[in-house]
DNA sequence: TTATATTAATTGTATATACATACTTTTGTA
DNA sequence: TACAAAAGTATGTATATACAATTAATATAA
């Protein structure tokens, strides 16, 4: 019902098209909780995304070519990207010795105190999202990995 | 397993972090499967959503109000999109009798033709959903909503 | 070793998006 | 009626993205 009165679409030709739109409207809705809060500190979801994997590569550094690979949406611009986090000194960026073609790049402290504010906000949004019990939320992890295959 | 794997982090603070993470990967995942087939027609996702709402309203006219409404992503350029899908000849402009302020927006017989032709294409992604079942499907439709409030 | 192919990253260009602002028409109210 | 407020679109600007082309370094193979 949710899904249909806030699209105002009455009916699929499927279950699975149903599912396709609401896991799209799902992610967009998603997406306004997260904006918010992102925005005081200048950051875009994707520079989010790319300091997220930089922490967890800490203290080792990241090649542009691993953050593409592991970046949740779409990729093209990690350079650009990276660029855009270096200006704000949230990342660092050094020749690597190895392979002079790669960029190291590192996340900084300030990127980590800076990771770690939006991080305790961000219990906030999980908080809004006990609709569901842990149990659910594995169950849609579950079928979402399924999902893909 | 599946989303560690694919992103190549193991562990996270929740199941619920977790399955914020889960759906925004699923939706780049799907996002890939659309793209190619909007391509050749030289759609973007935005512009096929918009069609797909007037051909909802068809024959009757949505204002660009309505389709930024209901719009399953982010929207601002309602009316540029539009202008870019008149541009291909698949959606007309008139001006609204009624409230001269609105704009008539009508989905035109290409357009239709269009829609049919792309989804037509979009049975065989829903063939390639068919990990899960019909019930499976059901069960994240009603998770997300539940999820969504 | 030298030529060729492959890999890593950057840059150019066109389009898409977010956000604020402006413009026109309608609505509401004194 | 006249005037302010609201609604429906459109536009300016900055940023983000997709895709192709470019540059530089490394790997491969004759």
Redesign the interface.
């Known amino acids: 019902?949710?899904?249909e009165e806030?699209?105002?679409?009455k009916k699929f030709?499927?279950?699975?098209?149903?599912?396709?739109?609401?896991?799209?409207?799902?992610?967009?809705?998603?997406?306004?909780q997260q904006v918010h809060l992102f925005k005081p500190y200048g950051l875009s979801q994707q520079q989010y995304n790319i300091l997220r994997i930089l922490r967890?590569q800490h203290p080792d550094p990241a090649s542009v070519s691993l953050l593409m690979?592991?970046m949740?949406?779409?990729m093209s611009n990690a350079s650009r990207l990276v660029e855009k986090l270096r200006q704000k000194d949230l990342v660092s960026r050094q020749e690597c010795k190895h392979d002079r073609r790669q960029v190291d790049v590192l996340i900084t402290e300030k990127g980590l105190a800076t990771l770690e504010e939006i991080?305790a906000q961000?219990e906030q949004?999980?908080e809004?999202?006990?609709?569901?019990t842990?149990e659910?939320?594995?169950?849609?992890?579950r079928?979402?990995?399924?999902?893909?295959?």
């Open positions: 019902m949710e899904l806030a699209i105002k679409q030709r499927s279950e699975h098209e149903k599912m396709m739109v609401n896991i799209i409207y799902t992610n967009g809705w998603l997406g306004g967890g690979d592991r949740l949406d779409k991080d961000l949004v999980f809004g999202m006990s609709t569901l842990i659910e939320a594995q169950e849609v992890n079928l979402l990995d399924k999902l893909r295959g």
